[in-house]
């Protein structure tokens, strides 16, 4: 959903186009779901699959806290070559509660 964002002041006045950060949120929910499912079923993970599937979520992120969890979590796992699939599943359902509070902050503060 794109919302028409104008200035009152014709000397700056400026059209944008802004994203509805729900959008973002759903978009990273859904991928995040996905992604528990996937590696609640497995033992380990292997690293790099690990990683790929973390970068693909943080590019979906719109939250700061979000994104800081999934930076926190692929520095910590930075060096493995396996990374438990129970520790995944940990990490990304921390950072779907994240986005689930920050989404409910947000409309409460902003709306």
Do not use: W
């Not at 991928?31 to 996937?38: I, K, P």
């Not at 033992?43 to 979906?60: A, P």
């Not at 969890?69 to 699939?85: H, M, N, P, Q, T």
């Amino acid at each position: 959903m794109s919302t028409l964002t104008v200035a009152t002041s014709p000397a700056t006045s400026t059209i944008g186009n802004t994203t509805n950060a729900t959008d973002d949120d759903d978009r990273f929910t859904v991928e995040a779901m996905r992604a528990r499912s996937l590696f609640a079923e497995q033992l380990v993970v292997t690293q790099s699959r690990c990683v790929d599937q973390l970068l693909d979520l943080l590019n979906m992120a719109s939250e700061p806290t979000v994104k800081c969890l999934l930076c926190d979590f692929l520095a910590e796992i930075r060096k493995l070559s396996a990374v438990s699939g129970q520790r995944v599943g940990q990490m990304l359902d921390l950072a779907l509660a994240a986005t689930h509070v920050e989404s409910a902050y947000s409309a409460m503060v902003l709306g």
